[in-house]
């Protein structure tokens, strides 16, 4: 069974820096992808890798900011995220998709983490 258990949110001023951490476990995953919410707003892509491949793809709003990064021997998605602004203020989730397209669209992807809460102060 697949499992993905996402980690390091927090509350940071805004220029600061966090790191996501998404532990995966159950499954040798093709693409993995962040994604966030903020309240009253729909789910947005953030960012995504083609694991085996390296990869990557950014939306635009985080490009420059943001890098996702992963680790196989600890079998770990990593998003590093600097210089946030106060509109970076949201859940953020990590997902996984089964297929190898590497896409922002947040139906494609199979499995989600339960989610891990970033707010950024002004």
């Known amino acids: 069974q697949v499992q993905l258990v996402d980690s390091g949110g927090g509350l940071v001023q805004a220029g600061g820096s966090l790191r996501l951490s998404c532990a995966v476990s159950g499954h040798t995953f093709n693409i993995m992808g962040w994604f966030r919410q903020a309240p009253g707003k729909e789910r947005e892509f953030v960012a995504a890798?083609?694991?085996?491949?390296?990869?990557?793809y950014y939306a635009d709003s985080v490009k420059g900011r943001f890098t996702i990064s992963g680790d196989n021997l600890k079998d770990t998605v990593y998003l590093q995220m600097n210089s946030l602004r106060p509109e970076d203020t949201a859940v953020y989730y990590c997902?996984?998709?089964?297929?190898?397209?590497?896409?922002?669209?947040?139906?494609?992807?199979?499995?989600w983490g339960e989610g891990t809460q970033v707010t950024v102060s002004s």
């Open positions: 997902a996984e998709e089964k297929e190898v397209i590497l896409t922002s669209d947040p139906k494609e992807y199979d499995y």
């Open positions: 890798i083609h694991w085996s491949g390296g990869r990557t």
